[in-house]
């Protein structure tokens, strides 16, 4: 007696289970460290990198000599350099990280795992991150040498450094999106270096250029301490017992009204890291006389790179000063107080671009591939 089978049902697809997000991740970061630690240029640019570091930090300690802001100069030199030189590190650190394994046949092995794009692109930032914190951790030793120094607190020191940190964090984002979204490891380089530099340089271009953009006429006040002619030798050099006097100049000139254009200058990667740190200055000392010719017509504190940059920006976000009087002449360098600060606005436009590029580059990594472009490799 035969039985009529019914045809089955069939049940869902289910998706292959996924690995826990920490230990996908851990597992990419482990085998992109192993692959970086396994060459010998790895070891050879840490080297060459400690030796540059270390000459520009005796060069500037034996041309800097004792002034009264030594410390609180060669640190910020210290960090401006390892910004500087960061910038330049970390895309060929992150710019090959995807497009690379694509090439080498290793991409598609990956995919094929319980990997997931999101797991993939964490891990190959993280091991480019940590590449670049090795430069900085090997800079440590000059950092504390110019901590030793003084003329620079704990809190200036810890938020220079973390910033640091961040914008190399933020660099290496791009190139890993970047290097996804590209097909060919050059192309994926040379448009990190672009848009590095149109974040150092291209912001300082348009800032320069929108200038003559805000062009105003103001009244022009200026002030300063001078030595009447009667108080003057026939050399021109003032008589024995000569006051100062102070004489007060006014004309009209177009000058530019700066606090319209500053926040373009706020995604500066320079900018974010200087105005994020809280200079103590506080405690610089008070002139103690107005004479231009004596020793004491200071203060003469003279600021580092980074603190220089802080202080520029300020200046421009409170526009053109139009009033200057005798005492402010006197005053070599006096800070402007933070009142809005712009780091966060740049620290934003830069968390925006990097975050888009690893959205477009978790969106191409994702399997099945809809659409692939001529010639590329996935097996």
Do not use: H
């Amino acid at each position: 007696m035969s039985t009529a089978t019914e045809p089955s049902t069939p049940g869902p697809v289910r998706s292959a289970p996924s690995l826990p997000f920490t230990t996908a991740v851990r597992t990419v970061f482990a085998l992109e460290m192993k692959q970086r630690l396994r060459g010998r240029g790895w070891y050879w640019m840490l080297g060459i990198w400690f030796v540059v570091v270390g000459f520009i930090f005796v060069l500037g300690l034996r041309v800097i000599g004792a002034t009264d802001n030594e410390g609180g100069i060669l640190f910020d030199l210290i960090v401006g350099f390892v910004l500087f030189f960061g910038l330049l590190v970390s895309p060929g650190l992150s710019a090959n990280a995807v497009n690379g394994d694509r090439a080498g046949g290793i991409l598609a092995i990956l995919q094929v795992t319980l990997l997931t794009p999101g797991q993939l692109l964490a891990g190959k930032w993280l091991a480019s991150w940590a590449g670049s914190l090795a430069f900085l951790v090997l800079s440590t030793p000059f950092i504390f040498w110019a901590l030793a120094l003084g003329g620079v607190t704990g809190q200036e020191a810890a938020v220079s450094l973390l910033m640091l940190a961040v914008e190399l964090g933020i660099v290496c984002a791009i190139g890993v999106g970047v290097s996804a979204l590209a097909n060919r490891p050059l192309f994926s380089i040379v448009s990190t270096y672009m848009l590095v530099a149109l974040l150092a340089l291209g912001t300082l271009i348009v800032f320069g250029l929108s200038a003559l953009l805000v062009m105003e006429e103001r009244t022009i006040t200026s002030s300063y301490y001078t030595y009447p002619e009667s108080g003057l030798d026939s050399m021109g050099a003032p008589e024995p017992g000569a006051e100062l006097e102070c004489v007060t100049q006014t004309y009209q000139s177009e000058v530019p009204n700066t606090q319209y254009i500053t926040w373009i200058l706020a995604a500066n990667p320079f900018v974010v890291v200087a105005d994020a740190v809280p200079y103590n200055v506080e405690d610089l000392p008070e002139p103690e006389t107005a004479d231009p010719y004596g020793p004491t017509g200071g203060p003469y504190y003279t600021p580092g790179v980074m603190e220089t940059i802080s202080q520029g920006v300020r200046t421009a976000q409170a526009g053109p000063d139009t009033d200057q009087t005798c005492e402010e002449a006197t005053q070599a360098f006096r800070p402007l107080p933070q009142e809005t600060p712009v780091w966060p606005l740049g620290l934003g436009i830069q968390l925006v671009l990097a975050a888009a590029l690893l959205l477009g580059a978790r969106r191409k990594l994702t399997m099945p591939a809809r659409r692939l472009a001529r010639g590329t490799r996935i097996a």
